[in-house]
């Protein structure tokens, strides 16, 4: 069996072509018709009015923020177990972020104690539909209307997923995609932001264009700090190709998924993110936590795999443990057993939509020779 990556691409539609038209018809950077083709489709794809496609994800989550007047002096929940993008954009605003602790189940944001993290100074929440399995986002809903706060999906991870029948990236006042190459989607590099509102849309159009004026341009008359965020004609002609495919890409996704857990099932002390009713998981990633019965540790099984031609990632370490944020100002005090169970136990298998059965098949074959060593 040749390598097994974590993730490719899979580039199989009119990428080539749309870059090629691109490229010969000279519309290169960020104006170009592909831009608002990918928009308008990955908006429709998501059921949500209006997208205005950026340079990467963590730059979405950022512009979100800003658009919805997140600053100084306020405070955003995000979980705990997340990565690091989600933290570092709210820092971008000199907000600060406050963590919740991840539910040990489902491995999102733990909605039941959500409430306790809330002050006077919180602004909004930011649930992370965490390896394309969706958060349970009415009862977030439920809490960000108690308390007036706004909410903003990080839908990085969760390309096409459902929540009790609407896509990710419809369940709040404004989302953030990303297109990294080993996403469900991708531009190689990219992002976009998504919402129902015309006010939102205005102003992420405008703050992530330098803030020119929109009326006059050419003024050069700018009244506000903005950011170079856009995206590129090349970068959205990969991702209209992309999308046109995008229920492919995701059966695949979904198949593969079902493989895992269908030959995995029997396996003691293998766990995967337990999937609530009324969602449909897209598996950007396939986790796994290797537990006590197990009877071999996390690493030692990342190592057999590795010998055997398989790569894995192990997973993100929890956001009160980051150096960064704690010299920031986030309190990174308090215990987050949960993240902390996942960050050393916690691993993803190979992942990509192209991976084939016998691929699959010949990985869950390992690890439950492993086991048994
Ligand atoms: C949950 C989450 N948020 C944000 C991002 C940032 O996206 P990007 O890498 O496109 O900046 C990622 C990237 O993988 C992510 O997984």
Known sequence: ???????????????????????????????????????????????????????????????????????????????????????????YTGAIPVFVEGDEKTWNIDVEIIEEKITKKTKAIIPVHIFGLPCEMDKINTVAKKYNLKLIEDAAEAHGAVYQGKKTGSLSDISAFSFY???NITTGEGGMVLTDSTELYEKALYYKNLCFDPKSPRNYSHNHIGFNYRMSNLHAAIGLAQTERADEYKTLRIKNGKLYRGYLKDVAGITFQVEPENIENVYWMNGITVDKEYG??????????????????????????????????????????????LNNHGFYLPSGSNLKEEQIRYICDKIIEFKTK
């Open 1 to 91: 069996m040749d390598f097994i990556p974590v993730c490719e691409p899979t580039l199989i539609g009119n990428e080539l072509k749309y870059v090629e038209d691109a490229v010969k018809t000279s519309w290169i950077s960020s104006n170009g018709k592909y831009v608002q083709a990918f928009e308008t489709e990955f908006a429709k794809y998501c059921g949500v009015k209006y997208a205005v496609g950026v340079c990467n994800g963590t730059v979405a989550l950022h512009l979100a923020l800003i658009c919805l007047g997140i600053g100084k002096g306020d405070e955003v929940i995000i979980p705990n177990f997340t990565m690091i993008a989600t933290a570092f954009a709210v820092c």
């Open 296 to 341: 071999k540790s996390r690493d030692k099984l990342i190592a057999f795999l590795k010998k055997n031609g398989i790569d894995s990632r192990v997973f993100f370490a929890g956001m009160n443990k980051q150096k960064s944020l704690k010299d920031y100002g986030a309190d990174c005090t308090g215990h987050y057993p949960v993240s902390e169970y």
């Open 181 to 183: 190459a080993n996403k």
